[in-house]
């Protein structure tokens, strides 16, 4: 994953990794909706001021931002179905909003572009911000010397997620994320024109070293639960380890 920016290139210091943030973002974040370098990270909210218990395996953190109790339990990943010789590594995520105000648990996985994201069965994009490329049967590149752009998808009617996103160096890494989205629930983070939200959302930095993996857990349960497992290995041997997971657990 990418490991932060120490000195910001979008006007904010962003540590990187995987973060549990709260949506709406145009609510959120002070921010005009479209130029990204403007966008201001609560300091309330990320890197916040987050407790922590361990039970076992698993360690629960909570935190208070908004009037809104955040809540994300991490645990090991310990088996996933998949056929393939590629090692792996993952974890599991548990993130849940506790809240009488409109908004919802937001997950962002970040990782270093240039990438090529695979996107599984994901339709209807939106554009949010930018100038998102295409997708081309469910590809999607996120390049390094372009404008920020956002793009929002939504699942198919099974709900399940799967993305994958691929270093372009070879042999290099894969950071996949496995998720669920309810079909039919209701996505608040909308986009700058008003229309309606998506479940799943790709963004891409252009020159601030990262692009990002995004989920939403509807307003319904403002609850969301995801795998994210990464490998390594020559592009080919990736593609059939993501191809695997897909097949397996889809």
């Excluded at 990782?111 to 090529?116: A, K, L, M, N, Y």
């Excluded at 198919?156 to 372009?168: N, V």
Aim: proline share 7%; glycine share 10%.
């Amino acid at each position: 994953m990418w490991q932060g920016d120490t000195t910001p290139t979008l006007g904010m210091k962003i540590e990187g990794g995987d973060r549990m943030w709260l949506a709406p973002q145009l609510d959120v974040f002070d921010w005009d909706g479209e130029n990204i370098s403007t966008m201001q990270l609560p300091d309330g909210m990320d890197p916040g001021s987050w407790q922590s218990i361990t039970n076992g395996d698993q360690i629960e953190f909570e935190q208070t931002f908004l009037g809104s109790k955040m809540i994300r339990r991490i645990s090991p990943l310990n088996s996933i179905k998949v056929k393939s010789t590629l090692p792996y590594c993952g974890y599991n995520i548990h993130d849940h909003v506790i809240t009488e105000k409109y908004l919802s648990s937001w997950h962002l996985i970040m990782v270093p572009h240039p990438s090529d994201i695979f996107v599984h069965s994901a339709h209807s994009p939106v554009r949010y911000f930018g100038s998102p490329p295409s997708l081309n049967s469910g590809w999607i590149s996120a390049e390094s010397n372009t404008e920020a752009w956002k793009l929002g998808l939504s699942p198919d009617l099974s709900g399940k997620i799967t993305i994958g996103a691929f270093s372009r160096e070879d042999p290099g890494g894969l950071v996949v994320l496995i998720a669920f989205a309810e079909p039919n629930g209701t996505y608040i983070d909308y986009p700058p024109d008003g229309s309606v939200g998506t479940a799943i959302q790709l963004f891409n930095s252009a020159g601030g070293g990262f692009c990002e993996l995004e989920h939403h857990a509807p307003l319904e349960t403002q609850t969301l639960k995801a795998s994210v497992l990464g490998s390594w290995g020559n592009f080919q041997e990736r593609l059939s380890f993501l191809n695997s997971l897909i097949s397996e657990n889809t």
